[in-house]
C-alpha cells in the first residue's frame, strides 16, 4: 500500500481529486481547476503563534499548526510541512555547522541561515575525484558535523584485503573513533525520530485527503558543489582557476546525486522531488558559462530521474528569463518547473508546451501589499497563464514568505478560486 | 591613459581574466623592473573600468567580478609595501560610503560584492558587517559621516529590519545628512517604497552609479 492509498471515502474522493490536478498539469492536460499549493517552512510560526525555535523542536506543536493551516486554506497540495521545518534537534544531535538557526547563532524567532563557507579547499578535488565516500568520512563530514569529529583516524578501504583487512580495521579501538561513532549512532536516534514524525504527518494528511506537493528534495550538481563544498566565491573563482577539474566533479556528482535521488524517492512513495536552484539566474553567470558549467550535468541528471518515473520539479530562484530557451530542452510532460522572479508569462510563452508552471506571486507584495492587490496579481496570472491553456500550479514565489499575513493567503486561495474554479 | 606595450599587455590580461599572464606581468613590473607602484595600481583601476563596463553590457557576470577582485588583492598586496610614505598619500574619493547588513540577516556574499566594486571605483567604503543592530548603524554613522548608506538583506525579514533603520534614521535627526540605498535578492520598487530607502539597485554596478549620481560624480 502506497501514501496514495490511505485515504477512505470522502477523503479518499478528495484526495484522488487533487492529486489528479497535479497529473494533469505533468501530463500537459487540462485539470478541472487551477490548482494551489500550499508551501511554506517558518511562516507556519506567525500562522501559528509560535517562535520559529518552537517551529524547528516541537514535533507535535509543528504538526498541529501545519494541519490548521491545511484545513483551513483548503489547498490541492502540501508541503511536507515536518520534513521542511522540525529539523532542530537532529541538527543539535548531529552538531550541524553549516546552518545557524534558532537557538544556535541566532534568536528564538529567526529563521536558520546557511553559512556560506569553503568547506572543501580548492587542492582537494583529486580527493574527492579519486574515492568521493573517502573524502566525505575522513575530511568532508567531520568539518561540516562534529557528530563525525574521529571520522579522520577511520582506516582507508579501498586496498584492505586478506591479512591486511585484518590489520586495517584497526583504527576502529582508536577512542577518537569510539567516541564519533557513539554520537553518529544517538544522532541517528534522533533523525529517526524526526523523520517519524515527519512520515506521520504526511500520512496523516494523506488519511485526510490531502496529496504532498513533493516527497524528496534534491540538488543540481553544480549548486551541490558551490553551496555545500566550494563556498560561492570558491566557486566562481575555479571556473577559472580548475575548469577542467570542476567538469569532471561535476559529471560524477551527477550521477551519485542521480542514483541518491532515485533512492530517496522511492522511500518517499512520492514522485514529484523538489530541487531548489541556487546558482542559474541570470545574473550569476554568463550564458557559455551556465551551458558549459551549469545545465548539461543537470539536464543529464533530470534526464535520470525521468527514466526513473520520477518528476523532477526544480525550483528556479531569482530571474531566470535568459536560461528558458535552454531549459526548454527536456521531454514534454515530465516536470514541472517551479519560478520565483521570472516573469511566469514569458515562462509560460517559452516552455507552455513543455512543462507544468508554479508560483509566483513576489514576496514583497505578499509580506507588504493589500489583499486587493493579491487578488488582482492572480487575477494577472489567471488571464495570461493559466486562461490562456498553461498548466499552472499557483504558489507563491518559493511558498509564503516567513512573515506572509494571514489575510494574503486568504486572498490568494480566494482569488483562484474565484478565477479558476 | 598613455601605456607602454607592457603596461597595455598588464590591462588587457587583468581584463580578459587572464590570471596567470596578468600576475606574471605586475610581479616582473614591481619586483624586477621598478616600476612605480602607483602606476601598476593606476593600470589595474584602468582594467577595471574594463571589466564594469563588460559587466554593464552583459558580457561579463559576477565570476568575472570576483576574479578580478582576486587578481586585485594580489597585486595590491605586492604594490602597497613598495610605495614610498611621501607618495602614499590617499587619492582623493569620490565619497564615504557605510555598509552592512541589516539586523537578522547574516548573508554578505553580494555585500561584499557591492563593497569591491565601490572601492574600486574610488570610493571610501566601511563595511561594518552582517546582523548589524540599528543602533550600531548610528553610531557608525555619526562617527564615519558617510555620502551614501548601503543595507543589504537577502532574507524577506529584512524588510522589516530596513524599515526600522531607516526609521531610526529618522528619529535620530539624521536621514537628511546622506543618501540610503538598499539591495538583496528580493528587493524590488515595492520593498523601496516600504523601507522608505532613496533607491536599490540589483546588481552592484548600479550600486556604483547611484552613489555616482549621489556625489555628484559623472557616472
Known amino acids: 500500500m502506497t501514501i496514495h492509498d490511505l485515504a477512505r471515502g470522502d477523503a479518499k474522493v478528495a484526495y484522488d481529486a487533487r492529486r489528479q490536478r497535479l497529473l494533469d498539469c505533468i501530463a500537459l492536460k487540462q485539470p478541472d481547476r487551477m490548482p494551489v499549493a500550499l508551501y511554506g517552512t517558518f511562516w507556519l510560526a506567525k500562522y501559528g503563534g509560535i517562535t520559529c525555535k518552537e517551529l524547528m523542536y516541537d514535533y507535535e506543536k509543528t504538526a498541529a499548526v501545519a494541519a490548521r493551516a ?38 528564538d524567532n529567526q529563521p536558520f541561515q546557511y553559512l556560506d563557507r569553503e568547506y572543501m579547499k580548492a587542492d582537494e578535488y583529486d580527493d574527492f575525484l579519486f574515492d568521493p565516500t573517502g573524502y566525505y568520512l575522513r575530511t568532508y563530514l567531520p568539518r561540516v558535523a562534529s557528530a563525525f569529529e574521529g571520522f579522520e583516524d577511520l582506516p582507508i578501504f579501498p586496498g584492505l584485503h586478506y591479512f591486511r583487512l585484518v590489520a586495517g580495521i584497526r583504527p576502529f579501538a582508536k577512542p577518537s573513533v569510539r567516541a564519533a561513532l557513539e554520537k553518529v549512532i544517538a544522532a541517528a536516534e534522533e533523525v529517526d525520530r524526526f523523520v517519524g514524525h515527519a512520515v506521520a504527518f504526511n500520512e496523516d494528511m494523506a488519511r485526510k485527503g490531502w496529496p504532498l506537493i513533493n516527497g524528496a528534495i534534491a540538488v543540481s550538481p553544480y549548486d551541490f558543489i558551490a553551496d555545500y563544498f566550494r563556498g560561492a566565491t570558491g566557486m566562481m573563482k575555479d571556473l577559472f582557476r580548475h575548469k ?37 539566474p541570470d545574473a550569476f553567470m554568463s550564458g557559455k558559462q551556465f551551458e558549459t558549467f551549469w545545465w548539461p550535468p543537470f539536464r543529464k541528471m533530470m534526464m535520470g530521474m525521468i527514466d526513473a ?75 495570461n497563464v493559466w486562461a490562456k491553456g498553461g498548466k499552472l500550479i499557483l504558489d507563491g514565489a518559493f511558498g509564503l514568505a516567513d512573515e506572509t499575513p494571514v489575510e494574503n493567503v486568504r486572498a490568494m486561495f480566494d482569488a483562484a478560486r474565484r478565477y479558476a474554479g | 591613459m598613455d601605456m607602454n606595450p607592457q603596461e597595455e599587455a598588464l590591462v588587457k590580461h587583468l581584463a580578459d581574466m587572464e590570471e596567470d599572464e596578468a600576475l606574471e606581468i605586475a610581479k616582473r613590473m614591481l619586483l624586477e623592473e621598478g616600476a612605480d607602484p602607483l602606476r601598476v595600481l593606476e593600470l589595474c583601476r584602468t582594467a577595471m573600468d574594463v571589466v564594469g563596463k563588460r559587466f554593464e553590457e552583459g558580457e561579463y557576470f559576477l ?53 569591491f566594486m565601490l572601492d574600486i571605483n574610488g570610493f571610501e567604503v566601511k563595511d561594518i558587517g552582517v546582523d548589524v543592530p540599528v543602533a550600531t548603524f548610528i553610531d557608525e554613522i555619526k562617527a564615519y559621516e558617510p555620502d551614501v548608506v548601503g543595507l543589504s538583506g537577502f532574507l524577506t525579514l529584512a524588510f522589516d529590519s530596513m524599515k526600522e533603520t531607516i526609521a531610526a534614521f529618522e528619529a535620530a535627526g539624521m536621514r537628511s545628512d546622506f543618501k540610503v540605498m538598499i539591495g538583496g535578492g528580493q528587493i524590488d520598487e515595492t520593498v523601496r517604497a516600504y523601507t522608505g530607502a532613496d533607491a536599490f539597485g540589483v546588481n552592484a554596478v548600479e550600486a556604483v552609479g547611484l552613489c555616482k549620481s549621489w556625489t555628484g560624480a559623472a557616472a
Not at chain 1, 484545513?71 to 502540501?78: C, G, V
Not at chain 1, 569532471?248 to 531548489?276: C, H, N, W, Y
Not at chain 2, 609595501?81 to 565619497?95: T, V
Open chain 1, 244 to 280: 577542467d577539474k570542476l567538469l569532471a566533479l561535476l559529471d560524477k556528482a551527477s550521477d551519485f546525486l542521480t542514483r541518491q535521488t532515485i533512492a530517496t524517492a522511492k522511500l518517499s512513495g512520492q514522485e514529484i522531488v523538489m530541487i531548489p536552484i541556487h546558482w542559474a
Open chain 2, 63 to 115: 565570476p568575472e567580478l570576483v576574479l578580478a577582485g582576486e587578481m586585485l588583492d594580489t597585486i595590491g598586496a605586492i604594490a602597497k609595501p613598495l610605495i614610498k610614505q611621501d607618495e602614499g598619500g590617499a587619492s582623493k574619493k569620490l565619497g564615504k560610503v557605510l555598509i552592512g547588513t541589516v539586523h537578522g540577516d547574516l548573508h554578505d556574499i553580494g555585500k561584499n560584492i557591492v563593497t
Open chain 1, 70 to 107: 491545511v484545513e483551513e486554506f483548503e489547498p490541492d497540495a502540501i508541503a511536507p510541512f515536518v520534513q521542511v521545518t522540525a529539523a532542530g534537534k537532529s541538527l543539535e544531535a548531529i552538531g550541524f555547522k553549516q546552518l545557524q538557526w534558532p537557538g544556535h547563532g541566532v534568536g
Open chain 1, 309 to 383: 518515473g520520477l518528476v523532477p520539479m526544480p525550483l528556479w530562484e531569482a530571474d531566470c528569463t535568459k536560461r528558458l530557451e535552454i531549459i526548454r530542452d527536456i521531454p514534454a510532460g515530465k516536470c514541472i518547473y517551479w519560478f520565483e522572479r521570472t516573469d511566469m508569462v514569458k515562462a509560460f510563452e517559452v516552455l507552455g508546451d513543455v512543462v507544468a508552471l508554479r508560483g509566483n506571486l513576489s514576496p514583497s507584495l505578499m509580506t507588504t501589499g493589500k489583499p486587493e492587490e493579491v487578488d488582482a496579481a492572480v487575477k494577472h496570472l489567471v488571464d
